[in-house]
Structures are given as C-alpha cells and as structure tokens.
C-alpha cells in the first residue's frame, strides 16, 4: 500500500511539471525540452539561457526583439535587442 501511495504521488508530481512561458530560464540551448510548444532555448549575450518565441522572419517578433538564429541549430528565436 505505501510503495502503491509513493508511485501515485510520484505520478502526480511529474505531470504537474510546467513547461516555460517566453522569457523563463531553460537548461540548454538549442533545444524545446523545458520551454512550451513555439518556444525554445536560446542563449543570450551573458550566456544565459530563456525560452523564447520561434520566428522566421522579422516580422514575427516585437520592435524591441530580433528574429537571430541559435548557434547550433537552424532554428531562429525572437532575442532582445541589444
């Protein structure tokens, strides 16, 4: 009965785990793993890694931001400006 409790409690814990929202610290750049659908991992200029918006061109991101590839990948992300 407590290992049938721990398992439960377990379950429940990983499937409350969120995902970041734009603009939320993640692990690695490059890649989604930990940021939510049309986001991803990038880098700043601090090394520093956000989620942030996917975008193929310019017009996709805000005034302040630059639609710029992440290093090692194909993908572009809507960066701040610098």
Request: charged residues 20%; neutral net charge; aromatic residues 2%.
């Amino acid at each position: 009965m407590k290992r049938a409790l721990t398992l439960f409690v377990v379950a429940l814990l990983s499937g409350c785990a969120s995902e970041g929202a734009a603009g939320d610290a993640c692990d690695k750049a490059g890649v989604t793993d930990g940021c939510e659908s049309g986001t991803i991992c990038a880098n700043d200029s601090n090394g520093l890694n956000y989620c942030r918006k996917t975008c193929t061109d310019q017009a996709q991101c805000t005034a302040t931001e630059s639609c710029s590839g992440i290093t090692g990948t194909s993908t572009k992300a809507c960066q701040p400006k610098k």
